[in-house]
């Protein structure tokens, strides 16, 4: 079964460094998702691609984040620099509209930043 | 009107008990009603969804109750077995450029004594 792939499973940095994660969807997804799930909380979108553009970044702190799917493919989330509160799992997940609502989500990158 | 109500934050039900998570919405517009579970250290991963179009869907010991007017949907696990234990999000989601947009809730820590 395909699954979403996500690295590196666990980051641990000092603030004010930089940190990039990746992400590679099922095969033929053309919806990709990065979503920020702080300890007990649900996840919380940070940004939504359609192929290679975003469709929505409102809740991505862009003063510090960036996120982009140059190919259309895979994807990377970078935070620069990171602060203490960043520290969260960073979920991607994908889907294949209109074919299924359903969204497949990654294993998750777990970060702390010191 | 974006925010999804989950209770309770934490359920203990014994083996072979009925498990009931509950779940309220603002936003009329969402159309989609999913219920993520999730292990520790892994990513959430689709249990069952809904359409507001029915007042009930099951597949097999997991059942959705829709409740439209009042805004509440729920989930009951009957039979619970510790395998079962788990953290579910309920999530609400409309269309934003052809993909579902999710909003969750805060999630709700299972535990099923044996």
């Known amino acids: 079964e395909a699954e979403v792939a996500q690295s590196p499973r666990y980051k641990i940095t000092e603030k004010s460094q930089a940190v990039a994660f990746w992400c590679d969807p099922i095969?033929?997804?053309?919806?990709l998702y990065w979503y920020r799930q702080i300890l007990g909380q649900g996840p919380e979108l940070l940004v939504q691609?359609?192929?290679?553009?975003?469709?929505?970044d409102s809740q991505l702190p862009k003063d510090r984040f960036s996120a982009e799917r140059l190919k259309g493919v895979d994807s990377t989330l970078k935070i620069q620099p990171a602060e203490l509160g960043d520290s969260a799992m960073y979920l991607c997940?994908?889907?294949?509209?209109?074919?299924?609502?359903?969204?497949?989500f990654g294993p998750g990158t777990r970060l702390t930043v010191l | 009107q974006q925010q999804v109500k989950q209770s309770p934050q934490s359920l203990i039900v014994q083996k072979g008990g009925i498990s009931i998570i509950n779940c309220a919405y603002e936003?009329?517009?969402?159309?989609?009603f999913p219920w993520y579970q999730q292990f520790p250290g892994k990513g959430p991963a689709l249990l069952i969804a809904?359409?507001?179009?029915?007042s009930e869907k099951k597949e097999g010991r997991f059942t959705i109750s829709f409740n439209k007017s009042a805004k509440q949907f729920s989930l009951h696990i009957m039979d619970s077995q510790p395998g079962d234990s788990a953290t579910y999000f309920c999530a609400a989601s409309h269309l934003i450029q052809g993909a579902q947009k999710l909003v969750f809730g805060q999630g709700t820590r299972l535990t099923i004594n044996p």
């Open positions: 691609f359609q192929d290679e553009s975003v469709v929505d």
């Open positions: 936003n009329t517009a969402f159309d989609y």
């Open positions: 095969s033929g997804h053309a919806t």
């Open positions: 997940a994908s889907s294949r509209p209109p074919l299924t609502d359903t969204q497949y």
């Open positions: 809904i359409r507001p179009d029915v």
